[in-house]
């Protein structure tokens, strides 16, 4: 394919995975609303139909990153720490098999039944969190493999990872990372993933953290990690709660 096609390709990808085309309402902690653009373009509905609730200034974002880690040659695989339905992870595997990339996996970490009930004494700003009871968020590995599936991207290039991030991120058997998307919501599932994963990720690589702006807990997760390990890269933002940092170049 030539530049044009994948472009072409990618964009109606993007259309599909957010639900552009067939414009379905959302439901969003219960709330019921007709489809409204602007919310799925700044990714602030729980969509009823779409397979990512990432919205499309993201999901740009994400195909302009893994466009300079192919073309950059920046080395390892790519994850998704929190794949819901899995739409952004689906999302990666396209720009990747769109740019016949065959040897970079991308990995799908979830516990595919929902955030765990917050772990407040080891975690204190996890207190009172209440995502653990939004039956919305529990979505089977059956219903996201074949949401994978039904786009043509259930491959060899796929590996899942299902359960809590604190038992499977510090075995999974991954040796380099050149993106690392967080999209877990707590301060636990934050800090879990960035402590397993975050020595993986190459120089140049990014860090792409979903919750940043929206999660409280989720930011301090991020600012106590960049402390304790003296990250001084600049988190610029993507939009409203998406943020990112580059990893510096050796
Ligand atoms: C907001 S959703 C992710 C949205 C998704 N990235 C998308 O494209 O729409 C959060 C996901 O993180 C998962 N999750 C959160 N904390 C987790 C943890 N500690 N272990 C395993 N899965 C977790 C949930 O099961 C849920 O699927």
Redesign the pocket.
């Known amino acids: 394919m030539n530049d044009y096609s994948i472009n072409l390709y990618l964009d109606l990808l993007k259309r599909c995975l957010l639900d552009e085309i067939y414009r379905d309402g959302s439901i969003t902690h219960g709330v019921e609303e007709p489809y409204n653009p602007a919310a799925r373009a700044e990714g602030r509905d729980w969509p009823r139909s779409a397979h ?3 919205g499309r200034l993201r999901l740009d974002h994400l195909e302009k990153c893994l466009q300079s880690v192919l073309e950059e040659n920046i080395a390892g695989d790519v994850i ?1 720490a ?4 899995g ?2 992870a689906i999302f990666m595997r396209g720009v990747l098999k769109a740019n016949q990339s065959i040897d970079r996996v991308v990995w799908a ?8 009930e917050p772990d407040s004494e080891r975690f204190p700003a996890d207190a009172g969190d209440r995502h653990h009871a939004a039956p919305e ?3 089977s590995l059956d219903e996201v493999q074949s949401n994978f599936e039904r786009y043509g991207l259930l491959d060899n290039g796929v590996r899942f990872l299902p ?4 038992e499977t991120l510090p075995e999974a058997p991954i040796k380099k990372l050149s993106l690392i998307r967080l ?4 301060y ?2 934050t800090w ?1 993933a960035l402590e397993a994963l975050y020595d993986k990720l190459s120089p140049g690589g990014y860090l792409i953290v ?1 919750d940043y702006g929206a999660v409280r807990a989720c930011r301090k997760a991020v600012e106590d990690f960049r402390a304790k390990h003296g990250i001084e890269e600049p988190i610029e933002t993507i939009d409203w709660t998406g943020a990112f940092w580059r990893k510096r170049l050796a």
Do not use: C, K, Y
């Open positions: 990512t609730m990432v998704e929190g794949v819901w339905r739409g952004a970490a979830d516990s595919f039944q929902g955030l765990p968020l529990a979505v359960g809590w991030f604190h999209d877990g919501d707590m636990e599932s879990v979903d």
